[in-house]
Each structure stands twice: as structure tokens, then as C-alpha cells.
């Protein structure tokens, strides 16, 4: 019997229409280059910035491309500390962020910041707190764990009204929820929408100054050095920017959610009080169902999650969440099998402990 691919939400299969739209430029031309092969490939590029930058409610002269959400996340946290001349040396983390953003800390310790993780609630949203001379704000549209929304518009009102700049991941939340218009700085991926790894976005609203963490050729108006990776660029302005999840409910007997209210659709993330979720991840593989957990170390074993740590939840808590994460390719039919798998296997484990 097929495989069912429930992990969506660290990537998505590529789209076929997506897959086609690359094959042309596999072999182009440097984009920089002023011969036909240049121009071709430059003119791929322009296109699908446009259709990005439109699905993203920014301007086109506003998006940039990088090589995904991490680098993203990273140009907009790091240069903009780079590129800030205010006198305010506060810059403000939500405690649940994706690594790619909690870890730029030591870098902006380093550039003379103070850091300052802001506080999450029970199902890992960051709570409001005084934004006083703060420069900057990350809070992410959507947890990418557990599914958890965050109020984006809100957030930047708040951040807005302490004269900061407001920076949301929105790579889980990308062509599934509009981004707030007053969100000054927004990073995406291609990959979680059935686009190519490797290829993400970042929007900053006129007046935001981004310095550059990679200098070079002075490509993408000259705050990220390099030469644009054009077959995936083009793939990702095929994505159908349209696409919502699938609303697939997953039955789960004996597992606890962790968000009960406002969570991106297709993202089903559940504890299994007394089960592991390395074990219980194991045997789902074994048994065709592909699925995830918290961060993984290098060792490859699993570390508790830094989300539900952060919201309050003990050590082995936190190492039994489970997410699973529907897609464009998803069905009903794959999602009732895999509820029923799931409950059989828990049982098991369960079973075993007594």
C-alpha cells in the first residue's frame, strides 16, 4: 500500500505545474548578462517576482529573493541591525520563533543589541508585553510546530504604536492566509506550497533598510549578492498562490492537542501522554506514514521541543508532540487510514508499557 505523506508543513512535494515551469531554465543564461540568454533569463525572474511579491501584498520593488525562509529570516532580523541608525538597541524574539530566527541572538548581542525573548501562552502564541524602545519585533503569522496563529495585525498595530518595526515569519502561512498589510518585513519559502527547495522570499515596506549578509555582484537591488537561481525562482512564481490546505480532519483517539482554537488548517499537531514521540515516530515510518516532531539534533535523535518548553509544558512533555501536516497532494481517504494507523500503534506502544 502507498506511503502517506502527513509532512507538509517541512515540505511539500513539487506541483507538477511547478515542475514544468523550471524545466526551461535549467540551462539558462546569468541574468546579470546583457546577451539574449541573459535577458530571457532576467525577464523569468521579473515575472515571477511580480506574481510573488503581489501574493505576498508587496510591492515589486519591495521583494527579494534568497535561497529560503532561513536566509529570509535571517536578512531581515540581522540587516536590518545592520542597517539601523536609531538610537534603540532592544530587539524582541517571540520564545516559540522558528530556530532560523531565535538563533540570529548572538549575532545581534554582537552587534551591540540587547535580546529579549518575549513570553508564549499555553499553546505557544507570544503575549503582549512593553515593546519601550524597542527597534525591532519578530513575531511569526503561524507556529510552524503546532499550527498555532498568531494575530499578525494586532502584533504590528502594537509594535507600530512603540515606533518599531515589525518583522513575521510567514512561511507556514504563505498562500494559506493573506499577510497583514501593515507588516513591515515578511519572509516565505517556496517549499511548503509544492515549490522547489532552496528558493524563499522577503518583503520590506518603503523606509525599512536592510544591510547586506551576502555582498557580491550587487544582485537583487543590491542587498543580496549572487547569482539568482533562476529555474528556481520561476518555479516558485508557478506556485498557485491560492491554494489552502486541504480541510481534512485527522482523528486522533487519546491524543491531546495542544492548540484548541485558531490553527492554520491542515496542521494537526497532538500529544500521546506517556509516548514518546521518537518511538512513536519510528513505527509510524515503519508502518508508511510519514510524520514529524520538534527540532532534530545532529545526532539525528530528537530534542524536546523549544515550543512547548517555552509554553510551560515539563521536559517529557515537550518530547511528545507529534505534527502532522496535510498538503496540496493530500486526500481524505489517506488521512482517515493514517487516523486509524496511528490510534493502532499508540495502542500498541501503550500496551507495551503496562
Known sequence: MNRIYLDHAATSPLRPEVREAMLPWLDSGNASSQHAEGRAARQAIDIARERVSRAMGFEFAETLFTSGGTEAANLAIIGFALGYEGPRRRILLGASEHHCVLETAPMLRRLGFSVELIPVDRE???????????????????????????????????????GAAYHADCVQTFGKLPIPSAVDIATVSAHKL?????????????????????????????VRGG?????????????????????????????????????????????????????????????????????????????????????GYSEAEAREGVRFSTGWNSTAEEVDRAGRLVSDVVAEIQSRRK
Not at 519601550?132 to 519585533?137: F, I
Not at 515549490?195 to 543590491?222: C, D, N, S, W, Y
Open 227 to 311: 547569482t539568482e537561481n533562476t529555474a528556481n525562482i520561476a518555479g516558485f512564481g508557478a506556485v498557485p498562490f491560492d491554494f489552502v490546505n486541504p480541510k481534512l480532519h485527522l482523528d486522533l483517539p487519546g491524543g491531546v492537542p495542544t492548540v484548541t482554537s485558531d490553527r492554520l488548517p491542515g496542521i494537526f499537531h497532538v500529544r500521546f501522554p506517556g509516548v514518546q514521540a521518537e518511538s512513536l515516530l519510528i513505527r509510524l515510518d515503519r508502518e508508511g506514514i510519514s510524520a514529524s516532531a520538534g527540532a532534530a539534533c545532529s545526532s539525528g535523535s530528537l530534542e524536546a521541543s523549544h515550543v512547548l518548553l517555552a509554553a
Open 124 to 162: 505557544g502564541r507570544p503575549e503582549f508585553v512593553d515593546l519601550t524602545d524597542a527597534a525591532l519585533v519578530s513575531v511569526m503569522h503561524a507556529n510552524n510546530e503546532t499550527g498555532a496563529i498568531n494575530d499578525a495585525a494586532a502584533w504590528a498595530e502594537r509594535v507600530h504604536a512603540a
Open 194 to 222: 509544492g515549490g522547489p527547495k532552496g528558493v524563499g522570499a522577503i518583503g520590506f515596506r518603503a523606509g525599512i533598510k536592510l544591510k547586506p549578509l551576502v555582498t557580491g555582484g550587487g544582485q537583487e537591488r543590491e
